[in-house]
Antibody, heavy 119, light 107 residues
């Protein structure tokens, strides 16, 4: 059974870069036609898709975040990563990593990790 | 960007009653529509995809319908574990977008 686990600092200072890693177990990140991506949820609010990387390396980003986001894959570690630059308090959220099959919805999801932006 | 609008924002229902949740897309998403359930402190759980196909392990009391721009999630007889927030999501086009959610609470 495929499992995803987010990891990274829980506290980031304003103007710095938020960096998170998602470790995939129970399957290969380079096996099959899958998208690997990130979704966030500010406390008490709804879900926002951040971006996705296809197994081939193509990336798709939310236009509202595109100038600050980079998603990359490390197939040797079976991991993919998120970098979000110039963060502000508005970037405080639970960040989820997830997989999506071609023509399919986002599933499964990681358990999520809370990142707080504060000095 | 396709805007997803859910209604109502909050739905008060008694256990055993039927709940009907709506989701509208600003343009056609065909049947590329999913429903998720989220409980406090948990990641969203996929309930329905393809507008009407139940995900693995999802009870038959959950059903989805619709196509194009209008979609409905129906919970036929609410159980205590069904009180949660429900989100719709379109995956027909980038960027992927979610509705604002419907909170189903105990009446």
């Amino acid at each position: 059974q495929l499992q995803l686990q987010e990891s990274g600092p829980g506290l980031v200072k304003p103007s710095e870069t938020l960096s998170l890693t998602c470790t995939v177990s129970g399957g290969s990140i380079s096996g099959g036609s899958y998208y690997w991506g990130w979704i966030r949820q500010p406390p008490g609010k709804g879900l926002e898709w951040i971006g996705t990387i296809f197994y081939s390396g193509s990336t798709y980003y939310n236009p509202s975040l595109e100038s600050r986001v980079t998603i990359s894959v490390d197939t040797s570690k079976n991991q993919f990563s998120l970098k979000l630059s110039s963060v502000t308090a508005a970037d405080t959220a639970v960040y989820y990593c997830a997989r999506r099959g071609v023509g399919l919805p986002v599933d499964p999801w990681g358990q999520g990790t809370l990142v707080t932006v504060s000095s | 960007e396709i805007v997803m609008t859910q209604s109502p924002a909050t739905l008060s229902v008694s256990p055993g009653e039927r709940a009907t949740l709506s989701c509208r897309a600003s343009q056609s998403v065909s049947r590329n529509l999913a429903w998720y359930q989220q409980k406090p402190g948990q990641a969203p759980r996929l309930l329905i995809y393809g507008a009407s196909t139940r995900a693995t392990g999802i009870p038959a009391r959950f059903s989805g319908s619709g196509s194009g721009t209008e979609f409905t999630l129906t919970i036929s007889s609410l159980q205590s574990e069904d009180f949660a927030v429900y989100y719709c999501q379109q995956y027909n086009a980038w960027p992927l977008t979610f509705g604002g959610g419907t909170k189903v609470e105990i009446k």
